[in-house]
């Protein structure tokens, strides 16, 4: 289905969730590139405040007559089938198409950074976004959330790159052709959509599988479910770059210490430069984060040591360990964190940050289906 999509600047495409983190994101750069956007969703947000402002029409709730005029649809994945709109469309005989379908297309040109992974893909790509951004690459880039540099999730840049957030749910990563793929972690999650682990881990293997031979993967080796696909593309002679504090890393982390609300942490490069690297943001998972920015960022030409200087500018991105107040000596940080094992890394880097403060967490539970299964 992808191969037939081709936009023309002419064209009205409509937006069924235009609200969502990551239907917005499409929205926008369709949007800065001039099309003509529309779309509803049921409550407005900062998102579609800001499509409007670039000249979109947004809808607030859903209604079959929303598609009239549209030439194409797009959809997000929290969208059915008998969805009133997409009904419409149908029967008016407009394409109907998801994520996975389109992104092809729009990043047609570009040479595509796709970071995946179950825990820290959000933060990551923001990282590496911003590392390109501020050592003039000039990437296009779509984020899980906005950044707090940039105050957007999505933007079209001159540069050769193109960061995106590959997301797993919904098979979203499967319409991507990256140049580089990244894999922070592995571990199970979504079971309103993948029904076992294994068809977790069939998933991001069709996602490496879109690498073409010369194309890099980047993978940590400190996660036991990740570390086995860089082993068998490294087997097949491929390229690969691993990261972690495992020893064996390709970029080895060692030295890690704290000052001034700075993480320093040192890292070992192919066994042979030492660089020192200060990061904003806490916690031994942004550590982790961190380096793949850096990776790309290195794999994209950047001189390492103005990469990392970049990256200590970084300030990090909506509801990642986002401080939302500080009141009386009381901070309040807001996570997205909703798998109990980002639960319990957001916590440690509570404790990391505030050692001398009380700690209160205070969750919301994310879909029926997820807490039932991770319970």
């Known amino acids: 289905m992808t191969a037939s999509?081709?936009?023309?600047?002419?064209?009205?495409?409509?937006?069924?969730?235009i609200g969502g983190t990551g239907i917005s994101a499409i929205a926008r750069i369709l949007a800065l590139r001039g099309y003509r956007?529309?779309?509803?969703?049921?409550?407005?947000?900062?998102?579609?405040?800001?499509?409007?402002?670039?000249?979109a029409?947004?809808?607030?709730?859903?209604?079959?007559?929303?598609?009239?005029?549209?030439?194409?649809?797009?959809?997000?994945?929290?969208?059915?089938?008998?969805?009133?709109?997409?009904?419409s469309a149908i029967e008016q005989d407009i394409p109907v198409y998801k994520r996975s379908d389109?992104?092809?297309?729009?990043?047609?040109?570009?040479?595509?950074?796709?970071?995946?992974?179950?825990?820290?893909?959000?933060?990551?790509?923001?990282?590496?976004?911003?590392?390109?951004?501020?050592t003039g690459?000039?990437?296009?880039?779509?984020?899980?959330?906005?950044?707090?540099?940039?105050?957007?999730?999505?933007?079209?840049?001159?540069?050769?790159?193109?960061?995106?957030?590959?997301?797993?749910?919904?098979?979203?990563f499967h319409g991507l052709d990256p140049q580089i793929?990244?894999?922070?972690?592995?571990?199970?999650?979504?079971?309103?959509?993948?029904p076992t682990p294994d068809a977790l881990i069939q998933s991001f293997t069709k996602f490496v599988s879109k690498l073409p031979d010369n194309g890099l993967l980047v993978c940590c080796i400190d996660d036991d479910l990740a570390q086995p696909f860089a082993q068998k593309r490294r087997d097949a002679g491929l390229p690969v770059i691993?990261?972690?504090?495992?020893?064996?890393?390709?970029?080895?982390?060692?030295?890690?210490?704290?000052?001034?609300?700075q993480t320093i942490y040192d890292i070992l490069v192919n066994s042979s430069e030492t660089y020192t690297v200060r990061l904003g943001t806490p916690g031994r998972h942004n550590i982790l984060n961190s380096m793949v920015a850096l990776i790309v960022a290195y794999h994209e030409n950047v001189p390492l040591q103005d990469a990392?200087?970049?990256?200590?500018?970084?300030?990090?991105?909506?509801?990642?360990?986002?401080?939302?107040?500080?009141?009386?000596?009381?901070?309040?940080?807001?996570?997205?964190?909703?798998?109990?094992?980002?639960?319990?890394?957001?916590?440690?880097?509570?404790?990391?940050?505030y050692p001398e403060h009380e700690l209160w967490a205070i969750w919301q539970p994310h879909t029926f289906s997820r807490t039932r299964s991770l319970w």
């Not at 529309?38 to 000249?55: K, P, W, Y």
């Not at 029409?57 to 089938?81: E, F, P, W």
């Not at 793929?181 to 993948?194: G, N």
Request: with cysteine.
């Open 37 to 55: 956007v529309s779309g509803s969703d049921l409550n407005s947000n900062a998102q579609t405040d800001e499509l409007s402002q670039l000249g």
């Open 308 to 353: 990392i200087e970049a990256l200590a500018t970084f300030k990090g991105t909506g509801r990642r360990f986002d401080i939302r107040a500080e009141i009386n000596d009381i901070i309040i940080v807001d996570d997205y964190a909703h798998h109990p094992t980002a639960i319990k890394t957001t916590v440690d880097a509570c404790r990391q940050r």
């Open 242 to 261: 691993t990261y972690g504090f495992n020893p064996n890393a390709d970029w080895c982390v060692s030295n890690v210490r704290y000052k001034n609300k």
């Open 137 to 172: 690459q000039k990437p296009s880039y779509i984020v899980g959330g906005a950044m707090a540099n940039t105050g957007h999730n999505a933007d079209m840049g001159q540069g050769r790159s193109f960061v995106i957030e590959a997301d797993e749910y919904d098979n979203m």
């Open 102 to 134: 389109v992104m092809s297309a729009i990043m047609a040109g570009k040479a595509v950074v796709a970071i995946a992974g179950t825990h820290g893909k959000t933060t990551t790509t923001s990282m590496t976004t911003h590392v390109l951004i501020e």
């Open 57 to 87: 029409t947004i809808y607030q709730g859903h209604h079959a007559d929303y598609v009239h005029g549209a030439d194409l649809v797009i959809r997000s994945s929290a969208i059915k089938d008998h969805h009133p709109e997409v009904s």
């Open 181 to 194: 793929a990244v894999i922070t972690s592995l571990e199970f999650d979504h079971p309103d959509f993948f």
């Open 5 to 17: 999509i081709q936009f023309h600047p002419d064209q009205h495409i409509h937006f069924i969730g």
